[in-house]
């Protein structure tokens, strides 16, 4: 807890007199992972409010089908969509790819897709989707409208929104081969997982790849598509030329933002490989583990800000930046927030890239691992306040010290830390945040009327140890979803990464596990910060002080409401956003990791949650889906 | 009056088990397949079942003493991972069982029953 115990009550006052504004006209629609082009997830809806939530009923429940624990022959599933709602209808993608097409008001299916993808974990531990794509031309007939669902074996399937039919035009009979743009180290397919963002006529595609597998990889790129077509418009690359010989990646899993107006696209862009050493690819990369403003028409690369300089620690961009106008000394501010694994919280003008509060460059602890020369400063952005401590992890949990006889003590003094860009080391390195990051894709959310951000952060403490290619080769064992033993072929280290917990399997490090928390844009000011959700173990729940890690992002509405999933508890929560008090919750199959979507439909406000679950907070996978609406 | 004791203990331990069945095997109880729901579940049988040998074979002296600090124990750690397990009316069930065993306990320490003489 960061605010006193004085100023929080005025600190809420003020916010909530803020969040009286007058409500903008009714949105209708989610467009998208994070609602629209602006990434905002500010749903226009005024009826959910603190008074109203405490009402909120199951409007209706669907089960896809769709999942898998792992036990069989089928990899798990790993389901982080976000439905789209358009047209008229809710568009889901499942992970077995498949897109559901049903009635925003009862659930019912209207029709369904099946890509008849291969279900293999081709790139991931998992079969994985975070949704789909929606597009109109504006025009009547077949296809004017569709959907995009993409694979994990690399391929882009285009149908009719209304019927579901594949629309012929679109690659070959409505299946484009994505990976026929996959021409250089292509050591795994172009997986997409996330559905590539619509701006006009054009698709603007990022992929996923394998993680922590290879030196060598596949060159990050951004591909801009005809949407009627596929037809490739233009490519862009986020590795120079010649460092793609002996490095890779840099790529957009996650969504993107656009600025229409601006005419730019904002790529977050991930780390090169292998991830954690970067003895290869000393020469600088600027544009990796960076936000980039691209040129909507030719691809043009306008700015790129680079927020972790020669990515050694996994910290990808996660996450589309929130677009808000800020107002500041009475000028309007076109800006974007771009949250970070590292918990820096980057507020940019959105026209330049120039940030606008201070970011400083401090100097950084050098490696000692072989061949590997860390970048001797990094930025840190200290205002707004970052959501995790870059200077002190947490310390030692006396009650996991006491239940392991001080083991916990004993490793704190063991592996090296000192600070968030301590590099990773044959030593033993403690990540904090650890590689799922402080924030991820979830993204924040952000009321443009009074410029308040809202986050939510995980504070989870790794151990990552550099592993010497022949030891590695010995010793290698398991790997998982964010965790266990990975080669990284071609360098001269493997690594195995875990949580830092004790014998009995309780985390080592002080709570609170996750935090909610809210931001004041035009000051810099956290406004508060609560512990979020609760952990779990065994099903026993932890205190409300201890929170939970998260994953999923929140959705803030008109009417002064956030709702968010994305906690270990199984529960999807409304949360007062004047104070992140608790308003309502209900329990659900499996941790919702995707954002909620937020809509209105013939009059009736909907907030619907999808429950699938991720082995990064616990082994618990669902295909339920789950809408709620006032009596 | 042990017997009554003992017999509300056995029913409240009953309909803890009952309760404890319900969260282990769900659907959205938030603990469902897990293992301390399972723990729990075991721990309301275990108190059922010794309240239940306690009527059944009406046991006196030391040995209703030890099962009753038994199921003390047993019914007091069952509630405290009810309530670890956001399952407040196993809980309750739980402290009612485990007050019916301190009610016999009591009645055992302020009428103590001696062996019949000779």
């Known amino acids: 807890?960061?605010?006193?115990?004085?100023?929080?009550?005025?600190?809420?006052?003020?916010?909530?007199?803020?969040?009286?504004?007058?409500?903008?006209?009714?949105?209708?629609?989610?467009?998208?992972?994070?609602?629209?082009?602006?990434?905002?997830?500010?749903?226009?809806?005024?009826?959910?409010?603190p008074a109203t939530v405490g009402n909120l009923v199951r409007a209706w429940e669907v089960r896809t089908g769709d999942v898998s624990d792992g036990s069989g022959d089928r990899p798990a599933t790993v389901w982080s969509a976000t439905p789209v709602y358009a047209n008229g209808m809710l568009y889901l993608g499942t992970p077995f790819y498949r897109i559901l097409a049903l009635d925003p008001a009862t659930g019912a299916e209207i029709w369904s897709y099946d890509s008849h993808s291969t279900l293999e974990a081709l790139t991931q531990p998992a079969l994985k989707n975070r949704g789909v794509a929606y597009w109109e031309s504006g025009q009547q007939g077949p296809c004017e409208k569709r959907v995009y669902l993409g694979t994990m074996d690399a391929h882009l399937h285009a149908v009719d929104a209304d019927t579901g039919a594949l629309c012929p035009d679109f690659g070959e009979g409505g299946i484009l081969d994505v990976n026929r743009w996959n021409r250089v180290n292509a050591r795994f397919p172009f997986s997409l997982l996330q559905p590539p963002l619509v701006v006009g006529d054009r698709l603007y595609l990022g992929w996923a790849g394998k993680d922590w597998e290879y030196a060598v990889a596949p060159p990050g790129n951004l591909l801009a598509l005809d949407a009627r077509t596929g037809r490739l418009e233009w490519e862009l690359s986020?590795?120079?030329?010649?460092?793609?010989?002996q490095t890779g990646t840099a790529n957009i899993w996650t969504a993107m933002s656009a600025d229409p107006e601006l005419g730019l696209l904002y790529a977050p862009v991930s780390s090169p490989s292998p991830n954690y050493w970067g003895g290869n690819r000393t020469d600088p990369i600027p544009l990796a583990t960076s936000v980039t403003a691209v040129d909507l028409e030719t691809g043009e690369v306008v700015w790129s800000f680079q927020h972790v300089h020669h990515d050694i620690w996994d910290y990808d961009t996660p996450a589309a930046p929130q677009l808000v106008d800020i107002e500041r000394d009475g000028q309007t501010i076109p800006a974007l927030v771009q949250t970070t694994k590292q918990g820096f919280l980057y507020v940019l003008d959105r026209r330049t890239g120039e940030p606008l509060f201070p970011v400083e460059e401090r100097p950084v602890p050098p490696s000692d691992a072989e061949g590997e020369v860390a970048s001797p400063t990094q930025p840190f952005a200290l205002t707004p306040p970052p959501t995790n401590d870059p200077f002190r992890m947490p310390g030692v949990w006396w009650l996991a010290d006491l239940t392991s006889g001080g083991q916990c003590s004993r490793e704190r003094e063991t592996y090296r830390y000192e600070g968030i860009f301590t590099p990773p080391s044959e030593q033993g390195t403690f990540l904090?945040?650890?590689?799922?990051?402080?924030?991820n894709w979830g993204g924040a959310a952000v009321d443009d009327r009074n410029d308040i951000l809202y986050v939510n952060s995980m504070r989870v403490v790794q151990v990552l140890t550099l592993i010497p290619r022949e030891e590695y080769d010995r010793i290698q064992g398991d790997s998982g979803n964010e965790e266990g033993y990975y080669p990284q072929e071609g360098a001269p280290y493997g690594i195995h990464l875990t949580e830092w917990r004790n014998a009995l399997g309780l985390p080592c490090w002080e709570p609170p596990y996750g935090t909610f928390a809210a931001y004041d844009l035009r000051s810099g000011e956290r406004l508060y910060e609560v512990p979020f959700g609760l952990s779990q173990q065994w099903g026993f729940y932890g205190l409300r002080d201890w929170g939970s890690p998260t994953l999923g992002g929140p959705v803030a509405t008109a009417g002064g409401v956030i709702f968010i999933g994305a906690s270990m508890d199984n529960r999807v929560r409304a949360l007062d956003a004047a104070t992140g008090r608790e308003l309502w919750s209900d329990i659900v199959d499996a941790p919702v990791v995707a954002n909620p979507a937020v809509f209105t439909h013939d009059g009736v406000d909907y907030v619907v949650f999808v429950a699938g679950g991720n082995s990064i907070l616990k082994d618990e996978v669902s295909d339920q889906v789950v809408a709620y609406r006032l009596p | 009056?042990?017997?009554?004791?003992?017999?509300?203990?056995?029913l409240a331990a009953l309909a803890g088990s009952a309760l404890a069945a319900m969260a282990f095997l769900g659907p959205e109880t938030g603990v469902?397949?897990?293992?301390?729901?399972?723990?729990?579940?075991?721990?309301?049988?275990?108190?059922?079942?010794?309240?239940?040998?306690?009527?059944?074979?009406?046991?006196?002296?030391?040995?209703?003493?030890?099962?009753?600090?038994?199921?003390?124990?047993?019914?007091?750690?069952?509630?405290?991972?009810?309530?670890?397990?956001?399952q407040p009316l196993l809980a309750a069930a739980m402290v009612l069982a485990l007050l019916a065993v301190l009610v016999s306990l009591v009645t055992l320490v302020s009428h103590p029953q001696r062996r019949p003489s000779r």
């Open chain 1, 1 to 49: 807890m960061t605010c006193s115990l004085l100023t929080l009550p005025l600190r809420s006052a003020a916010l909530a007199a803020l969040l009286a504004a007058p409500a903008l006209a009714e949105q209708t629609t989610w467009t998208g992972f994070h609602g629209d082009l602006a990434s905002t997830k500010f749903a226009d809806v005024a009826r959910f409010t």
């Open chain 1, 238 to 245: 986020f590795i120079p030329e010649e460092m793609i010989p």
């Open chain 1, 432 to 439: 904090y945040p650890g590689t799922a990051g402080a924030n």
């Open chain 2, 1 to 10: 009056m042990h017997l009554v004791a003992h017999a509300g203990a056995a």
């Open chain 2, 32 to 86: 469902e397949g897990t293992s301390g729901a399972l723990l729990a579940l075991v721990g309301a049988l275990v108190v059922a079942l010794g309240a239940g040998l306690a009527l059944w074979r009406g046991l006196r002296g030391f040995w209703r003493i030890l099962l009753d600090g038994f199921l003390l124990i047993a019914a007091a750690l069952t509630a405290l991972a009810a309530w670890f397990l956001m």
